[in-house]
């Protein structure tokens, strides 16, 4: 099986601002909800660990499968927001605020990592994993996340860019004769 969760709580997660590959840290409420995933995985003996380089994604995933060292992999980084990393959610520019509308028919804003490439980028990293033997966690962040499970998902058509993803979610899918089965939530986080 491969097991995908999404990191822990930040400050900037609390603050309603848009994170990106800004490099912050779990917050104590991070720290737990990471904890409390490691419950729902604490019967699983994994034999790869991967996690976005971000501090955020390697500390949820050192929580969650404790004595792991994860295996730091760049494809697995969050979406690029170029000028709005740091946007205000709670106030985001006119263009920002379409995007997250309607991410299926609305391209990202100038400056931004289409979507396109975020898929791209987590297909590749899953398509190269594919064959490893053994149970697999992924820790990465929500767009990229979401990339993943639009990958895995034939005819998804863009449904999962709209889903609420929270942190420490985790999604699971059967890998099976060098197949990757449809993900399905199995803890639906803090």
């Known amino acids: 099986m491969i097991y ?8 900037r997660n ?30 699983i003996k994994f034999s790869h660990v991967f996690s976005s380089p971000l501090i955020r994604a390697v500390r949820t995933a050192e929580l969650a499968v ?22 205000d959610l709670k106030a985001p520019p006119p263009e920002i605020i379409r995007f997250f509308r309607d991410f299926v028919h609305e391209p990202a804003p100038a400056g931004m990592e289409p979507l396109s490439s975020v898929v791209s980028r987590v297909g590749e990293f899953l398509e190269e994993i594919r064959g490893r033997s ?28 709209s889903t609420y993803i929270g942190n420490c979610a985790i999604y699971a899918a059967e890998k099976k004769n060098g197949r990757l089965g ?3 939530e199995i803890y639906g986080g803090g």
Do not use: C
Not at 4 to 11: A, D, L, V
Not at 137 to 161: C, D, F, N, Q
């Open 4 to 11: 995908i969760i999404r990191h822990g709580k930040t400050e």
């Open 14 to 43: 609390r603050a309603n601002v848009l994170q990106g590959r800004s490099d912050f840290p779990l917050n104590d409420e991070g720290v737990r909800q990471a904890m409390k995933a490691a419950e729902t995985l604490k019967n």
């Open 66 to 87: 404790p004595g792991a060292a994860p295996v730091i992999d760049h494809r697995l980084i969050e979406m690029d927001y170029g000028p709005y990393e740091g946007a």
């Open 134 to 161: 053994g149970n697999i966690l992924i820790s990465t962040h929500a767009v990229a996340m979401k990339g993943m499970l639009e990958y895995l998902t034939p005819g998804a058509g863009g449904r999962y860019w």
């Open 182 to 184: 449809i993900p399905k």
